[in-house]
């Protein structure tokens, strides 16, 4: 079983809908949790961190976590073609000096 | 921008060559993590280095190896290139205490590619 787990897309949304991306992880100890975007070619960008069960909102993203679940998700809402990248959920392990990734989903906005 | 920097962008080397890849760390960070990425893959953890110390380690062989200066720059370097060493390596750095997990800014990242 891998660190975490994220469906590998693509997940196509139309503009202006709200794109809803998910992740497992394994490691029931984990604390920390980070949304990264990458758009093709380029470095992962932190989107938002969350460390505590409940929802975060900043702007037009909301990261939901519930650690019961050992479930993350990102919502999207009014998704712009510009958001079109893969998106990448990242978990501290157990040790917390390590960060585990999952492999990304694709997210496709069509205009 | 994330102040951290990389270099080179691109390298091509060939199998069973050795390289040196360079990380300068965003101002005021402490600790730097290297990442392998390989394509359609996510980042996967190769080492973390705080205060010029191993701080945890992958599953990587030990052909990968690193350092990390005074000034908290970093440098990962790769003995015996095998061509499944190709793919774009990425550093990350963040202001720890070397006990909790901290928010990683991550670099433009380095292609390497091998053949």
């Known amino acids: 079983q891998k660190e975490v787990e994220q469906n590998s897309g693509p997940l196509s949304v139309p503009e202006g809908a709200i794109a809803s991306l998910n992740c497992t992880y394994s490691?029931?100890?984990?604390?920390?949790f980070f949304w990264y975007r990458q758009y093709s070619g380029k470095s992962p960008e932190l989107i938002m961190s969350?460390?505590?069960?409940g929802d975060k909102e900043d702007g037009r993203f909301t990261a939901q976590l519930n650690k019961a679940s050992q479930y993350v998700s990102l919502l999207i809402r009014d998704s712009q073609p510009s958001d079109s990248a893969t998106y990448l959920c990242?978990?501290?392990?157990?040790?917390?000096?390590?960060?585990?990734f999952g492999s990304g989903t694709k997210l496709n906005v069509k205009p | 921008e994330t102040g951290v920097t990389q270099s080179p962008t691109h390298l091509i080397k060939t199998r069973g060559q050795q390289v040196t890849l360079r990380c300068s760390s965003q101002?005021?960070?402490?600790?730097v993590s290297w990442y392998q990425q390989a394509l359609g893959q996510g980042p996967q953890f190769i080492f973390q280095?705080?205060?010029?110390?191993?701080?945890g380690r992958g599953n990587f062989p030990p052909r990968f190896s690193g350092l990390q200066f005074p000034n908290y720059s970093s440098e990962l370097n790769v003995n015996a290139l095998e061509l499944d060493d190709s793919a774009l390596y990425l550093c990350?750095?963040?202001?720890?205490?070397?006990?909790?997990?901290?928010?990683?800014?991550f670099g433009p990242g380095t292609r390497l590619t091998v053949l």
């Open positions: 490691d029931r100890v984990s604390q920390s």
């Open positions: 101002s005021g960070h402490n600790t």
């Open positions: 280095y705080y205060r010029e110390e191993e701080n």
């Open positions: 990242a978990v501290n392990g157990g040790n917390f000096n390590k960060f585990y």
């Open positions: 969350i460390y505590s069960n």
């Open positions: 990350a750095s963040s202001l720890g205490s070397g006990r909790v997990p901290d928010t990683q800014y």
